[in-house]
C-alpha cells in the first residue's frame, strides 16, 4: 500500500483538494483530506506538489510508426486496397518503439493507438498503458476501441493515384457505404443461419451449413450493432459533416478525429451529440484541409456543449503534450475544462471511465505528481504511478 500525502489534488470529477491524501496499491482506495494510513504504508510527502489523472491520448499511431529505422517500421497503414476492416493495429504494435519513451515524460499513462489514414477503412484501434514486459497483449486496456476510418485527402490521393477507387471524397463515401451495406447483408445471413440451426434443433434435423466467415465483415457488424464505433479521420467541414450524415444513415456510433474545422460547424456536431477528438494542432500546415488548424477549434466546440478530447496524432512528440491544455486556456477554456479534454473525457469517449480519468476509489491507481501546477509551463513530471507501480522517467 502507498499513500502520497499533504498534496493538491487536481481531478477533474472532485475538483481541487489541498493539503490531501491518496491512498492505493493497484487500485485507488481512498481519496480526501482526512484519509486514515494503515500501518506500514508507503507514505510519500508531495508538499508543494500537484497530484493529477494519468493523462489520456486519445488518438495517436505509437508503437505503429518506427521513422527511425526508415520503411521496416512504418506498420500503420495497410494501403494495398481501399477497404481493410480485418487488420487489426494490435498486431503491429512493437513495444519497443522508441517514442513510447516519450509517453511518460508527458505525464499520459493510456493512449488510444492503432492504424493511419491511409485507407477508408484502416482497421482496428486499441488503447494501451505503456507498461508491461515488452509484450503488448500485457499492455492492453481496451481493445477494440473503434474501427479506423478516414474522409478526405488521404485516402483519395492514396488510392486515386493507384487508378483505384476512391479518387474523390464521393467515392469516400461510397466505399464505406458499401462496406457498412455489405455487413448489414452478412449480418441478415449470419441471423437467418441461426434462426435455421434453431428450427432444426428443435426438429431433430442436421443443421445447414453456415456462412462462410468474413473476419473485415465481423468487425463491421460490431460497427453495425453499435458494440465500437468509428474513428473517423474528417478534417474539412464538409468531410466532417459527410461522417455525421453516414453514421446517422446506418445509425452507428462515430468519433470525430481531428475534426480541424469544427468551429465552422458547431452547432450541426452538437446536435450529432458525437465526440471530437481534436488535433494535433501543434504542427505545421502539412495540407490543405488542415490551414484552418488552431487551438481555438477545441475551445469553441466545447463551448458548443461537444465533448471533446486533446490529442498528438503522434505528430506532437508526447512528451510535450501537456502544452495542449496550455494552449486552450490561452485561447479561453477553463482550467477545469481544460483538464477535462485530457482526463475524464477521453476516457469516457473510449468507454475506459470505469478504469482511469479520474483520481476516485476503484480506479486504477494512474497518478501523476507534478512539481507544481502542471498548466504552467515550469512544471515538471516527477514522478509517474500506472496500476500503482511507479514507472523510470527515462
Not at 434435423?205 to 474528417?234: M, Q, S, Y
Not at 469553441?300 to 503534450?321: C, E
Request: hydrophobic share 40%.
Amino acid at each position: 500500500m502507498k499513500a502520497i500525502i499533504n498534496a493538491t489534488i487536481l481531478c477533474p470529477v472532485n475538483g481541487l483538494v489541498k493539503g490531501g491524501t491518496i491512498l492505493f496499491d493497484k487500485k485507488i482506495k481512498e481519496v480526501g483530506k482526512t484519509v486514515t494510513i494503515p500501518k506500514g504504508t508507503k507514505t510519500i510527502d508531495a508538499e508543494g506538489k500537484y497530484v493529477v489523472p494519468g493523462f489520456i491520448d486519445a488518438h495517436c499511431h505509437q508503437g505503429l510508426f518506427d521513422g527511425s529505422i526508415g520503411w521496416a517500421g512504418m506498420d500503420g497503414n495497410e494501403m494495398t486496397k481501399a477497404t481493410t476492416p480485418e487488420v487489426r493495429g494490435i498486431d503491429s504494435f512493437n513495444p519497443d518503439e522508441p517514442s513510447l519513451e516519450e509517453v511518460i515524460r508527458g505525464g499520459v499513462t493510456s493512449i488510444n493507438t492503432g492504424p493511419g489514414s491511409g485507407n477508408v477503412i484502416s482497421g482496428e484501434a486499441f488503447v494501451v498503458k505503456p507498461i508491461g514486459s515488452g509484450v503488448v497483449d500485457e499492455m492492453i486496456v481496451k481493445a477494440p476501441s473503434g474501427l479506423k476510418v478516414a474522409f478526405g485527402e488521404n485516402p483519395k490521393r492514396v488510392h486515386g493515384s493507384e487508378k483505384r477507387t476512391p479518387s474523390t471524397r464521393m467515392g469516400v463515401a461510397s466505399v464505406l457505404r458499401k462496406a457498412l451495406v455489405d455487413g448489414q447483408n452478412h449480418m441478415i445471413e449470419v441471423e437467418s443461419y441461426l434462426a435455421k440451426v434453431k428450427v432444426a434443433i428443435d426438429k431433430g434435423d442436421a443443421p445447414p451449413n453456415p456462412p462462410k466467415r468474413d473476419l473485415g465483415l465481423e468487425t463491421i457488424i460490431r460497427v453495425l450493432k453499435r458494440e465500437i464505433p468509428i474513428h473517423a479521420h474528417a478534417h474539412r467541414a464538409d468531410d466532417i459533416a459527410t461522417v455525421i450524415r453516414i453514421a446517422n444513415e446506418f445509425k452507428i456510433r462515430a468519433v470525430l478525429i481531428h475534426c480541424t474545422e469544427g468551429h465552422k460547424i458547431t452547432k450541426l456536431i452538437a446536435k450529432s451529440k458525437f465526440p471530437a477528438v481534436v488535433g494535433p494542432t501543434m504542427l505545421w500546415v502539412s495540407k490543405p484541409e488542415t490551414r484552418d488548424r488552431g487551438f481555438k477549434t477545441a475551445v469553441d466546440l466545447n463551448k458548443g456543449k461537444v465533448k471533446v478530447a486533446l490529442q498528438t496524432d503522434s505528430i506532437t512528440p508526447m512528451n510535450y503534450f501537456p502544452l495542449l491544455p496550455m494552449y486552450v486556456i490561452k485561447e479561453g477554456m477553463s482550467r477545469e475544462d481544460a483538464l477535462k479534454c485530457i482526463t475524464i473525457n477521453p476516457a469516457e469517449i473510449l468507454g475506459i471511465d470505469d478504469m482511469v480519468g479520474s483520481l476516485e476509489s476503484g480506479k486504477d491507481a494512474d497518478i501523476v505528481i507534478w512539481s507544481g501546477d502542471p498548466f504552467e509551463f515550469y512544471s515538471k513530471v516527477e514522478q509517474v504511478f500506472i496500476n500503482g507501480s511507479n514507472i523510470a522517467l527515462k
